[in-house]
Nanobody, 123 residues
């Protein structure tokens, strides 16, 4: 079992930056693929970014590529999402997730989920 707790969300203005953290406990996440997803009101949960256990391979949704950066510190069992140049359309609840799959770009491939942290970007 892996427990995930997100933090770092908040209310910011367009153009600002935020750094989300995902603290994990239970089994070590060093061999898991980790991901960030988000869900806006009335919309389905969507993929944001993922990072493999080695930190070499990352993937991003087109909507955030170039603005967001996912990283991980396996020694601290923590995953981060640095979000720059935030836009109002980035407003959502952001979820951290862990997957045993090597390539995990969809909700269905993730085994463990956090409760989410709210990010609100005002215009």
């Amino acid at each position: 079992q892996v427990q995930l707790v997100e933090s770092g969300g908040g209310l910011v203005q367009a153009g600002d930056s935020l750094r989300l953290s995902c603290a994990t406990s239970g089994r070590t996440i060093s061999t898991y693929t980790m991901g960030w997803f988000r869900q806006a009101p009335g919309k389905e949960r969507e993929f944001v970014a993922t990072i493999r256990w080695s930190s070499i391979s990352t993937r991003y949704a087109d909507s955030v590529a170039g603005r967001f950066t996912i990283s991980r510190d396996n020694a601290k069992n923590t995953v981060y999402l640095q979000m720059n140049s935030l836009k109002p359309e980035d407003t959502a609840v952001y979820f951290c997730a862990a997957s045993t799959s090597v390539r995990a770009l969809t909700v269905a491939l993730y085994n463990y989920w956090g409760q989410g942290t709210q990010v609100t970007v005002s215009s």
